[in-house]
């Protein structure tokens, strides 16, 4: 079975940065690509970033350009988000995501990790 440990939350103030890890088990992912979405109290699920396959294109939201990066260690099977500069509005709980067979869709999710950020 597909699984996806998120780690790497916690509580920071703000300004301050945290590094996420994603690892993947059950299935290689090198051929597919990976990415993360948060959801805050009260507010729907987000996209925040994703990475293609080789790490040759990135994608992020524009609430996170420029403070955070996504990357992939193929060879680990694992996930990276770098976020720094963060804000009280950053607050929630953030997935990583996996991209299913077909390439398609984010079929596979972890189960989150909290990141708290104080002000």
């Known amino acids: 079975q597909v699984q996806l440990v998120e780690s790497g939350g916690g509580l920071v103030q703000a300004g301050g940065s945290l590094r996420l890890s994603c690892a993947a088990s059950g299935r290689t992912f090198s051929s597919y690509a990976m990415g993360w979405f948060r959801q805050a109290p009260g507010k729907e699920r987000e996209f925040v970033a994703a990475?293609?396959?080789?790490?040759?294109?990135?994608y992020y939201a524009d609430s996170v350009k420029g403070r955070f990066t996504i990357s992939r260690d193929n060879a680990k099977n694992t996930v990276y988000l770098q976020m720094n500069s963060l804000k009280p509005e950053d607050t929630a709980v953030y997935y990583c995501?996996?991209?299913?067979?077909?390439?398609?869709?984010?079929?596979?999710w972890g189960q989150g990790t909290q990141v708290t950020v104080s002000s």
């Open positions: 995501v996996g991209e299913g067979l077909g390439k398609s869709a984010w079929d596979y």
């Open positions: 990475i293609a396959w080789n790490g040759g294109s990135t």
